[in-house]
T-cell receptor, first 115, second 118 residues
Framework: AQTVTQSQPEMSVQEAETVTLSCTYD???????LFWYKQPPSRQMILVIR??????QNATENRFSVNFQKAAKSFSLKISDSQLGDTAMYFC????????????FGPGTRLSVLP | DAGVIQSPRHEVTEMGQEVTLRCKPI?????LFWYRQTMMRGLELLIY????????DSGMPEDRFSAKMPNASFSTLKIQPSEPRDSAVYFC????????????????FGPGTRLTVT
């Protein structure tokens, strides 16, 4: 079975500081994709960043970057210069084309950015 | 692009009533997904379609749930009869897999429908 684990149910960070959210996954496949989604209080699910397993280079999107450790099956999200608008639930998701288009989501990490 | 559109945004109904949730995917997308989100179970995939054809409905909880996609721009999720345990936020998402099989796989979510069954 493919699973996604987010071991930090809640985190907080001061505005302008950096925070890292953890995600680990389990799969026997070699071709897969990883995603981080953000869900603010509005409940809209917003794609933050994606990573292809075959790419060694870590993905970055402005203040968001990932640390992808394939051997360790780890996919952490780093948020730099945290802003109040980053307050949200963050979901790590995993998808293997061999298993169809299904996303497997982790349980989420609730991040609070404090002024 | 308007994004994925869902209606209604909120639905309150009594146990036993029929509920229909609606979704319009992003134009040109060929995959459509229905998810349910609850505090206890998180995000669960209910069913997904490819080119209007249901591919995997293993997540549909029971026969009370049904989903259709009569055309590329419209899908419905129906619950009949509804029960209090169906109370949740229901999301629709769509994605595009480009021709040749290479695609980005990102799913774009609608705003969700908050369903409350009393």
């Amino acid at each position: 079975a493919q699973t996604v684990t987010q071991s930090q149910p809640e985190m907080s960070v001061q505005e302008a500081e950096t925070v890292t959210l953890s995600c680990t996954y389990d799969t026997s496949e070699s071709n897969y994709y990883l995603f981080w989604y953000k869900q603010p209080p509005s409940r809209q699910m917003i794609l933050v960043i994606r990573q292809e397993a075959y790419k060694q280079q870590n993905a970055t999107e402005n203040r968001f970057s990932v640390n992808f450790q394939k051997a360790a099956k780890s996919f952490s999200l780093k948020i730099s210069d945290s802003q109040l608008g980053d307050t949200a639930m963050y979901f790590c998701a995993f998808m293997t084309p061999a298993y169809g288009q299904n996303f497997v989501f982790g349980p989420g990490t609730r991040l609070s950015v404090l002024p | 692009d308007a994004g994925v559109i869902q209606s209604p945004r909120h639905e309150v109904t009594e146990m036993g009533q029929e509920v229909t949730l609606r979704c319009k995917p992003i134009s040109g997308h060929d995959y459509l997904f229905w998810y349910r989100q609850t505090m206890m179970r998180g995000l669960e995939l209910l069913i997904y379609f490819n080119n209007n054809v249901p591919i995997d409905d293993s997540g549909m909880p029971e026969d009370r749930f049904s989903a259709k996609m009569p055309n590329a721009s419209f899908s419905t999720l129906k619950i009949q009869p509804s029960e209090p345990r169906d109370s949740a936020v229901y999301f629709c998402a769509s994605s595009l897999r480009t021709s040749g099989g290479v695609g980005s796989y990102e799913q774009y979510f609608g705003p969700g429908t908050r369903l409350t069954v009393t």
